[in-house]
């Protein structure tokens, strides 16, 4: 079944369970009144195009059937197709779908790529499923969501809870019904069927550059600072051993279940990330570890939220010590917490900028399926600096001309380009 779905009004009043969706109207409202962008584009753009929900029936392993929910959310696609990840989780819903894809649209934007921002998932916690029942679940998801997605229409990615199998799964069905191979259905696959090198990487390493330039552009040496990651999985363990290789003290990193401290530095490559070792961090030294509470509030110089969103609110953002924030999860900081730190002299680079390595280098796995033409790992890492220079370049313009936070200058940078777009286009009828 699918139908649209109405969303909820806009609060005026935040708490520390912030969806992303009240996050992002409140951020798209701040960053509105910066721009020249007509009020009825903004109006467009505080809703989605459409919201699908359909029902999944799955046969257990067991033999028995549960049914299960998901959904696409499809916010704005005036500057290419849609364009966002697939999440697994107990507590996906519309309105998180709907407020994770106006931010993949703001991302794309930010990073001048011809697409719009999508999301989705299933309401489903994957490790109550195994691997055989994950497979008939993705399938079947991919054939009620068929009609909505396409390498032209909407492209799928990993998110939390699916990989690059999941891709090769919802691949390979959504093929099967077309009656060709289309690659570029999905992006975030293995390599041997259509992915690209460097993408699973690309979200950690474009926090590692943003935080590099941020660091530099306040006047510190990478030499010279100290950095907390929260969260060691693809995002934060990637980040954390490239900023180590180029110099940086990583003095703190966790999972799930808490973090290692060392003031004097972390071997980052002795530590297991979570695919190399699932909530293995605490078990790899437990002599001086924090919680990932406590980790937040470290007197570090850079902290990098890279974990899962609302982790700094308005209950502890008067606490946070380090003079810069990278986001490297989707919506870490909520509105009142962004506020706060502002106020405080705190510089926070939003995740629609730090962690746009994901989005981009799908940009260019979608380009090779399109062209069938694989590029080197080297190309890829190369493209991804020069793309993530120039965004970094366009936000930073914007904040020294505007004297505005990193957060509003990347909004009018998106802003700014997708009003240019649908002026471009107009309004049909």
């Not at 998110?159 to 090769?168: E, I, L, N, S, Y």
């Not at 078990?283 to 570090?300: A, K, P, Q």
Request: net charge negative; with cysteine.
């Amino acid at each position: 079944m699918t139908q649209k779905q109405t969303t909820h009004s806009e609060s005026d009043s935040e708490s520390t369970t912030e969806s992303p969706l009240e996050t992002a109207r409140r951020q798209l409202r701040t960053a509105a009144s910066r721009t020249d962008v007509d009020d009825g584009v903004i109006e467009r753009l505080k809703h989605p195009t459409r919201v699908v929900e359909v029902s999944i029936p799955l046969e257990r392993d067991d033999g028995s059937v549960d049914v299960f929910t998901g959904y696409r959310a499809q916010h704005d696609d005036v500057r290419g197709p849609y364009k966002g990840g697939l999440r697994y989780h107990p507590e996906v819903n519309a309105d998180e779908c709907v407020g994770l894809a106006m931010w993949m649209t703001w991302k794309c934007a930010v990073m001048d790529i011809p697409f719009g921002g999508g999301k989705g998932g299933i309401v489903v916690d994957p490790k109550d499923l195994s691997d055989d029942e994950k497979e008939r679940l993705t399938r079947r998801f991919a054939e009620e969501i068929r009609d909505e997605v396409g390498p032209s229409r909407d492209i799928p990615a990993p998110d939390m809870g699916t990989d690059a199998q999941t891709m090769a799964w919802f691949m390979d069905a959504y093929s099967m019904q077309e009656g060709e191979t289309i690659p570029g259905v999905v992006t975030g696959k293995p390599p041997v069927i259509g992915g690209s090198y460097g993408r699973e990487e690309a979200p950690g390493r474009s926090v590692a550059i943003v935080a590099r330039e941020a660091i530099e552009y306040y006047d510190e040496s990478l030499d010279d600072v100290s950095i907390a990651v929260q969260g060691y999985g693809s995002v934060g363990a990637n980040a954390a051993r490239l900023l180590d290789e180029w110099g940086a003290d990583i003095v703190a990193v966790s999972d799930v279940n808490g973090g290692l401290y060392d003031p004097d530095g972390l071997q980052t490559q002795d530590v297991p990330s979570h695919k190399e070792e699932p909530e293995g961090v605490m078990r790899y030294d437990s002599s001086n570890t924090v919680s990932n509470e406590e980790l937040l509030e470290l007197d570090v110089d850079v902290l990098i939220p890279a974990a899962i969103g609302n982790v700094i609110t308005a209950d502890n953002a008067e606490r946070i010590q380090a003079d810069i924030i990278v986001e490297g999860a989707n919506g870490p900081t909520t509105s009142t917490a962004d506020t706060i730190l502002h106020e405080r002299g705190k510089h926070v680079i939003p995740d629609i900028l730090a962690n746009a390595g994901g989005v981009t280098v799908s940009y260019f796995e979608w380009l090779q399926d399109i062209n069938r033409r694989t590029w080197s790992k080297e190309r890829v890492n190369d493209e991804l600096e020069e793309a993530m220079l120039d965004a970094w370049a366009d936000v930073k313009a914007e904040v020294d001309g505007r004297d505005i936070s990193w957060r509003d200058a990347a909004y009018v940078v998106a802003l700014n380009r997708i009003g240019e777009a649908k002026e471009a286009r107009g309004l049909w009828p």
